[in-house]
């Protein structure tokens, strides 16, 4: 594909699907650019300028383009494209540096700059971006790796990683957010999703959480599932 492998690595290469993957690699003259591999049509590559931008990711299914640019005076500019029809849907300032990314369906892409999250929309040109919460706990100060939402849109969750020493020891933290209620929990683990399941009956669908638990200073973890909507009439919710 052309595209040097010391360039694959986290918030450089980017999959959000089976269609594209997005690099941010170097010509050969060392001149920054983008590179867009089309899983769906062979591997093609697609090459684009790309001295100005700090970063670029694409679109879950079609071919949108969203790009972070330094701001003159500080943080970045997000601004999102559609290129077959030629079209800028979103041109946005943020203050602060967006140091993760990652489109939660079709329409939201989720932004997660250095002290807050953010959900903004593709359905509509004049949509601004919406505050969800801001980052908490050791999250405030850790690297982010990772973020989801639920299917209702009711809740969200957070995670990242730190170390105390050095490497030594990667620590791991997930701030759980129910939106509705603006409520957050905090917990020690690295990893998280949500689903819906069938737990009560063939007929109710309940949404649940599941995260691996990992404390500061254990070497086992443990995977919990939680269900966090509300079970039908004369049920329990259900912990596993």
Known sequence: MGID???FKFNVTHLESERYISVRDVDQNDTPQLSIVEIFNKM???KRSGDKVDGAIMHI??????LKVPNEGKGHILQIFDMDKKAKLKNIEFNENIVFWKWINEQILAIVTNTSVYHVSIANETDKEVKIFDRSGDLVTAQIVGYVHSDDRKWSALFGI?????????????????????????????????????????????NIFCFVEKKAGEKTSIVHISEI???PERCQKHKF
């Open 44 to 46: 093609n590559v697609v």
């Open 162 to 206: 730190s170390t105390p020493d050095q490497e030594k020891t990667i620590n791991g933290q997930i701030q759980l957010y129910f939106i509705e209620g603006q409520k957050q929990k905090m917990i020690e683990g690295h990893a998280c999703t949500f689903g819906t399941a069938f737990i009560h009956n063939e007929t109710h669908r309940s």
């Open 61 to 66: 299914k079609d071919n949108i383009i969203a």
């Open 5 to 7: 492998s010391k360039f």
């Open 229 to 231: 909507s509300v079970p």
